[in-house]
């Protein structure tokens, strides 16, 4: 089963889709026949996690590869992409390479699997802005884990710095609303203000490669 850590030894993709709520589930069959028939075999693929926003306005990948080096072969091998030139009729709505930079609780290992519900913060920022947010980002995520019901928080930072995530592990999407409405929270709702654009989205982990 896919772990995320700030120790991996992997590069992370996450490419999100934007769709029409009556499309997400044909969006991600394409996405787990590609992945099937042809992704999973590739030198270099690690794993691959597809999450459908409960929103149901967005469908997102996360992947794993052993080196960029793999990722850039991957994509840049025409036979392969034509094999999955189905989900070129789908908009992408940000695609981006990561490295871990804050996992917490400290040396937690967050294993996604099916039915997982995640939270995931994207922030678009400036290059110089974007270690200036990881830092508030360290800062703020333990405001965030007093909430019991979040269960692991993982920073990401693109490598062309122009964009964050966070990843967000819950018990509960009612969990995630109490963190909303407690004053005491207030606090995550600001940092990142003057720094970046922020929207989220929660989704359900509905495909895993490998499955265990």
């Known amino acids: 089963m896919p772990t995320i850590a700030k120790n991996n030894d992997v590069i992370t993709v996450i490419i999100i889709f934007a769709i029409e709520p009556e499309r997400q589930q044909e969006l991600i069959d394409t996405i787990i026949e590609f ?28 992947a794993q590869w052993k080196t960029l080096e793999d990722y850039q072969a991957f994509i840049n091998n025409s036979e392969v992409q034509a094999k999955g030139a189905k989900l070129f ?18 040396d937690t290992t967050l294993k996604i699997s099916k039915g997982g519900l995640i939270h995931l913060a994207e922030f678009r920022v400036k290059p110089e802005n974007q270690m200036r947010l990881v830092e508030l980002e360290r800062e703020y995520v333990g405001v965030g884990l007093q909430n019991p019901g979040l269960l692991s928080a993982n920073f990401h930072r693109s490598l062309d710095g122009v964009h964050n995530v966070n990843y967000g592990q819950w018990r509960s ?12 929270y207030k ?14 989205h929660l989704y359900e982990v ?7």
């Not at 009729?89 to 400290?106: A, G, N, R």
């Not at 999407?173 to 005491?184: I, Q, R």
């Not at 606090?187 to 989220?200: D, H, K, R, V």
């Open 206 to 212: 509905v495909y895993t490669q490998p499955s265990n």
């Open 173 to 184: 999407f009612a969990d995630f609303e109490e963190l909303l409405k407690d004053p005491k």
């Open 89 to 106: 009729q789908f908009q992408i709505h940000e695609s981006h390479v990561y490295e871990v930079v804050v996992s917490k609780p400290d």
């Open 187 to 200: 606090p995550l709702n600001e940092y990142w203000q003057g720094l970046a654009e922020n929207e989220f």
């Open 35 to 62: 992945l099937e028939t042809t992704v999973k075999h590739q030198p270099g693929f690690v794993s691959s996690s597809i999450h459908k926003s409960i929103d149901g306005v967005r469908v997102m990948n996360y």
